[in-house]
């Protein structure tokens, strides 16, 4: 397939849209990059988000074309429901008055808000698949792992049930769905990309720590804190900025008690501030421990040229040694050791972020994401051809 196909696409976003974290990041990335390829690309999401999106090169629909500038943190909500009730009933007026030949939906939700309409309007359902829920859901509540984590298996088998093609973010998720019995033909992997563009590789001092995005829970930033504890005992220098999208204050307890609280520097999260936050960092750190999918701010900080040091669950394409330093989940120590070394060694820190910048530049482009999908696209496609004339 190429360029100028012109197929529509329909875009089922459960979530605040635009927005900037994972999930509407990728949706909003991915959408701009199909229509810059010729494609007509419309997106149905929840009448919140952090802007419009007015300037978009691609439609935006919502429930009763309202718009409200806010957002919804991660995780489950009281109002999504009913909010996913609404934009289930919108998907199924756009496809009924609306050409369109596939329907693209953007995690478990955005399936459950489009698998009746594109069964009733006979289109193929992508789903494009960020996580899965068998283990992301008990990182959201871990003391109640025994009863969520076969919840998420019975909601990911249903959600592959209802689609008959899978985009997934990462080589893990494949292997999660093909595993589950989904046909490998119909199931690529399409990495998010990053904004190469807006980040310009600044060295940074070896001693300054940065942390950015959402300081919930599952991204194990207590265990940062920790290591960060151990780490500045032995180094003083070392400092650590946080750019969170929320306040401090579940964990200022901890870090009182660690006695860092001195050495940690809250500031907003802002996308627009990102790559001047990041050029005065030397070292970038993920502590996330469980994550199928892929962080964006992996992305962003190897863009950036940042040495990053992350546990094995959320460390996916980083090489240990090459593109950053991968630490085994929930070794406080080894963490502690790895901000260490680096600190001590601006060579390595130098080394490291070098190699970062250029396996970016050479896999993570969105365009590449597009062009991922659109074979899945044509495979469902040719495939829906054959069986109309058999």
């Not at 009924?96 to 289109?123: D, K, N, S, W, Y």
């Not at 929320?246 to 660690?258: H, M, T, V, Y």
Request: hydrophobic share 45%; glycine share 8%.
């Amino acid at each position: 397939m190429t360029a100028g196909a012109g197929l529509a696409v329909l875009m089922v976003a459960a979530c605040p849209f635009p927005a900037r974290r994972g999930t509407p990041l990728r949706i909003q990335r991915l959408a701009e990059a199909l229509a810059a390829r010729g494609h007509r690309v419309e997106v149905a999401a929840y009448e919140l988000g952090e802007e419009a999106g007015e300037d978009a090169p691609f439609t935006i629909h919502r429930p009763g074309g309202r718009f409200q500038k806010r957002t919804l943190a991660p995780g489950f909500h009281l109002e999504k429901p009913w909010r996913d009730l609404a934009l289930a009933r919108l998907v199924g007026r756009l496809t009924a008055r609306t050409r369109f030949h596939l329907i693209h939906a953007h995690h478990v939700e955005g399936v459950a808000c489009a698998a009746t309409a594109a069964r009733r309007a006979q289109l193929p359902l992508v789903y494009d698949a960020h996580t899965m829920l068998a283990s992301e859901l008990p990182s959201y509540r871990p003391g109640l792992a025994p009863l969520l984590r076969p919840l998420g298996r019975w909601l990911d088998r249903r959600t592959l049930a209802r689609a008959q093609g899978v985009a997934a973010v990462t080589d893990d998720i494949r292997a999660a769905v093909v595993d589950q019995g989904f046909p490998p033909e119909r199931v690529v992997v399409a990495m998010n990309g990053v904004e190469l563009e807006r980040f310009r590789p600044v060295p940074g001092p070896s001693w300054r720590l940065v942390y950015t995005g959402t300081l919930a829970a599952y991204q194990d930033v207590d265990l940062l804190l920790q290591a960060f504890a151990r780490a500045r005992a032995q180094e003083p220098r070392l400092t650590l900025v946080l750019a969170a999208s929320e306040p401090f204050s579940r964990l200022e307890p901890l870090a009182r008690r660690l006695g860092i609280l001195d050495a940690i520097e809250c500031v907003p999260d802002s996308f627009e501030r990102l790559p001047q936050l990041l050029a005065g960092c030397g070292i970038a750190v993920l502590p996330r421990r469980v994550c199928h999918g892929i962080p964006q701010k992996l992305l962003n900080y190897m863009a950036a040229g940042k040495a990053v040091v992350a546990s094995a669950g959320s460390a996916k394409v980083l090489e240990h040694g090459r593109t950053g330093l991968v630490v085994a989940n929930g070794d406080v120590a080894g963490f502690a050791r790895a901000l260490i070394t680096l600190a001590r060694d601006p060579e390595q820190v130098a080394r490291l972020g070098a190699a970062a910048r250029a396996w970016v530049e050479a896999h993570a482009s969105w365009d590449a994401t597009a062009r991922a999908v659109e074979t899945l696209y044509e495979r469902l496609l040719a495939e829906g051809r054959g069986r109309a004339s058999g």
